[in-house]
């Protein structure tokens, strides 16, 4: 059984672009959960989604960042017109209900803007 | 609201001694605690979690926490470090979310960077 699968592993952006970055969740699960980490800092939550719906997204910025689910395929985190402060690791989790009972993260995907 | 404070940024022990990572936390409602490590360039590994349990709880490569209530404690402990240990840990809190109900928003301490030595 494969683990949360996030792909890109590495991904570089220029100013003004736009990142798209994947997350598979482990399969049986339905929620799933985005985290960036910042240099030097902890884990910050960003958005929580189910099967196309998103359930909280009070972590997300409010401009240029959006993140979907679909019924079918990987949950998409989208950054549009990147910035040098986009640079962090964004890191996703999936579990088969919302209960937490310890998350399993995917190994990240690590944005550098240049 | 909640959060966690770890209280030491870096811990340099020796190979063989034992390990000390410490972690306050603030909730507001009864909480659900984990470890969490990263190696270098890896994802987040679960090492144990507190669910309202046993007080004491085991993780995994020998790793043990202790929930203390009185005071709002949850330390990471190891008899005896290995190289392999060398990683950083993460303390992390669970509370209800925007949503309610469940507790599946994450709070995380800044991080502690343990480094063992031969």
């Known amino acids: 059984n494969a683990g949360v699968m996030q792909n890109p592993r590495h991904l570089v952006r220029r100013r003004g672009q736009e990142a798209r970055l994947r997350c598979s969740p482990m399969?049986?699960?339905?929620?799933v959960y985005w985290y960036r980490q910042l240099p030097e800092e902890g884990l910050k939550f960003m958005v929580y989604l189910q099967k196309e719906n998103i359930i909280d997204e009070s972590g997300m910025p409010k401009e240029r960042f959006s993140a979907e689910f679909p019924k079918e395929g990987p949950s998409i985190l989208r950054i549009q017109q990147v910035v040098r402060g986009d640079s962090a690791a964004y890191f996703c989790a999936s579990s088969p209900t919302s209960e937490n009972y310890g998350y399993t993260f995917g190994s990240g995907t690590r944005l550098t803007v240049v | 609201a909640q959060s966690v404070t770890q209280l030491d940024s870096h811990v340099s022990v020796s190979e063989g001694t034992p390990v000390l990572l410490r972690c306050n936390y603030s909730?507001?409602?009864?909480?659900?605690l984990f470890w969490y490590v990263q190696h270098p360039n890896k994802g987040l590994q679960l090492l144990l979690k507190?669910?309202?349990?046993?007080?004491l709880v085991k993780g995994i490569n020998g790793f043990e926490a202790e929930f203390k209530k009185s005071e709002t404690s949850f330390h990471l402990t190891k008899p005896s470090a290995h190289m392999s240990d060398a990683a950083e840990y993460f303390c992390v809190v669970s509370a209800p979310g925007e949503s309610g109900g469940s507790n599946y928003k994450l709070t995380f301490g800044k991080g502690t960077l343990l480094t063992v030595n031969p």
């Open positions: 399969k049986g699960h339905s929620h």
């Open positions: 909730s507001s409602y009864s909480p659900s």
């Open positions: 507190y669910t309202s349990a046993a007080t």
